[in-house]
């Protein structure tokens, strides 16, 4: 199965209002990355376990480890969680940056190093959160 179509199976498999929001965030996202890679993650680890929530991926960086090797990663994620969805800003050096910058603003909404957790988007400030996610693709492109 392709990537796209396991991200269609995937938001499709959510019950609403989860379903709709997932929907227009990854919408957004490919509104402000029209051309990019996308990732699905299944959660699994290389042995079958459950070790994640799914999740979707936008984009393409380069992450280096502290041993010197590096990877492919997405730049922005998105994933269903039991209580709403979390956004995923990887990459973004400074941990405090994204809770200083955007977190009294954007809502209803838990923002820590890299991620951005509500329950709907309803609960939060749409536009704040595409900054957010700007900032976090101009501060990680390859």
Wanted: with cysteine; proline share 3%; net charge positive.
């Amino acid at each position: 199965m392709n990537v796209r179509s396991q991200i269609k199976d995937y938001i499709a498999a959510q019950p609403e209002p989860k379903r709709s929001d997932m929907q227009e965030l990854h919408d957004i996202i490919l509104g402000i990355m029209p051309t990019c890679k996308l990732w699905f993650l299944d959660g699994k680890d290389e042995n079958g376990r459950v070790v994640s929530n799914p999740n979707i991926g936008y984009g393409v960086q380069t992450i280096k480890y502290a041993d010197e090797k590096t990877r492919e990663f997405y730049q922005i994620g998105i994933s269903s969680n039991t209580t709403g969805i979390s956004v995923y800003i990887m990459g973004i050096k400074d941990k405090s940056y994204l809770a200083e910058k955007y977190g009294k603003n954007i809502g209803q909404a838990k923002v820590t190093g890299y991620c951005i957790k509500f329950r709907t988007l309803r609960n939060i400030d749409i536009d704040i959160l595409a900054d957010a996610m700007r900032y976090g693709i101009e501060h990680t492109r390859v």
